[in-house]
Antibody, heavy 122, light 107 residues
Framework: EVQLVESGGGLVQPGGSLRLSCSAS????????MHWVRQAPGKGLEYVSA????????YYADSVKGRFTISRDNSKNTLYLQMSSLRAEDTAVYYC???????????????WGQGTLVTVSS | DIQMTQSPSSLSASVGDRVTITCRAS??????LNWYQQKPGKAPKLLIY???SLQSGVPSRFSGSGSGTDFTLTISSLQPEDFATYYC?????????FGQGTKVEIK
């Protein structure tokens, strides 16, 4: 069974940093692109970032570019999202999602992790 | 960036009704369009991929159509477990994006 388990969320002050992790199991992690999607409380889904299967290509939404860094360790089957200069508007549940191919585009997201809540507040 | 616009934003329907949700892209995205269902407190679930392909395990009352800029998700006979929020998503560009969601409520 494919499983994605996020961790690392919590309460952080504005301007602070946090690193999210996503532990993957049940599939060959190194063969698939991975993505992060977030959802602010009571709001819709917002695409955050993507990384190709070998980590060689990364992409970011304009809202997080320059502040967030996506990475992966294929030897540990783990995806990361390093978040810095956090703002109140970054408060959201962050989902780790698996793409259906090694490519970042032309794919779909299945499954999704259970999500981890990041709250940015003083 | 490609903008995705869903309509309606919400709708009320009865069990057994046929429900149609539309999604429009700001530019052509070929068939790189997916649909997800989300229930309160849960992660989204993939329903339809590549505009019209039914994800394994998803009931056949769900169907998708369209290409280019205009897409449709149809629920042929609404069931109690279908009351949820539905999102479209384009994967044509590297900056992927979602529609704002359509909440399907009980009439």
């Amino acid at each position: 069974e494919v499983q994605l388990v996020e961790s690392g969320g919590g309460l952080v002050q504005p301007g602070g940093s946090l690193r999210l992790s996503c532990s993957a199991s049940g599939f060959t992690f190194s063969s698939y692109a991975m993505h992060w999607v977030r959802q602010a409380p009571g709001k819709g889904l917002e695409y955050v970032s993507a990384i190709s299967s070998n980590g060689g290509s990364t992409y970011y939404a304009d809202s997080v570019k320059g502040r967030f860094t996506i990475s992966r360790d294929n030897s540990k089957n783990t995806l990361y999202l390093q978040m810095s200069s956090l703002r109140a508007e970054d408060t959201a549940v962050y989902y780790c999602v698996k793409a259906n191919s090694a490519m970042v585009t032309g794919n779909w997201f299945d499954p999704w992790g259970q999500g981890t809540l990041v709250t940015v507040s003083s | 960036d490609i903008q995705m616009t869903q309509s309606p934003s919400s709708l009320s329907a009865s069990v057994g009704d046929r429900v149609t949700i539309t999604c429009r892209a700001s530019q052509s995205i070929s068939s790189y369009l997916n649909w997800y269902q989300q229930k309160p407190g849960k992660a989204p679930k993939l329903l339809i991929y590549a505009a019209s392909s039914l994800q394994s395990g998803v009931p056949s009352r769900f169907s998708g159509s369209g290409s280019g800029t205009d897409f449709t998700l149809t629920i042929s006979s609404l069931q109690p477990e279908d009351f949820a929020t539905y999102y479209c998503q384009q994967s044509y560009s590297t900056l992927q994006s979602f529609g704002q969601g359509t909440k399907v409520e009980i009439k």
